[in-house]
């Protein structure tokens, strides 16, 4: 398993939700195709909404990857990865998806880089590990012997309250 950049994992599970919230429930497949058609033509046509979870959803049931461990490892750097060496590993199949890439590569080559590392890691979720930043984690090795007892109130800080104190001082 390989660890990748926490914006990246957070981003595929956005794309998992969109997915699902497109689909709707009970799943609309007309529905759901007729929206990737949509982003398609648009993308293809070189426009578009620069956003990189539209991009990732028109990309995901199309794309195909021939390099997974070039996509890994740029799946390391959210910002600053070599757009090139993802797309040289990924294609799509001819015609509109065909076209749709090479435009989002021409136009937008940083965040179509970020969507297709997205959609990957959609579509292989066991290749790659979250970093797990849950409370329980982040507590795990933590002794719980800080030095100052947070149930404990300073007497400067319990003075500033007390009313009392200041007429009489």
Known sequence: MRKVHPEFAYQSRELAAQIEGILGDPPDRKNYQKMLDALMDEYASGGGIEDLNMMAFALV????????????????DFEYGDPARVFGAASCPAGKPAQ?????EENHPDLARQAIIAAFLHKHPRLWDDDDMSLDQLAEGDEGDDEEDDNMVSDDFAQMFDQEGEQNG
């Open 61 to 76: 049931d199309v794309i195909e990857f021939h390099d997974p461990k070039a996509i890994l490892a740029d799946a390391c």
């Open 100 to 104: 749709m890439l090479a435009a989002l």
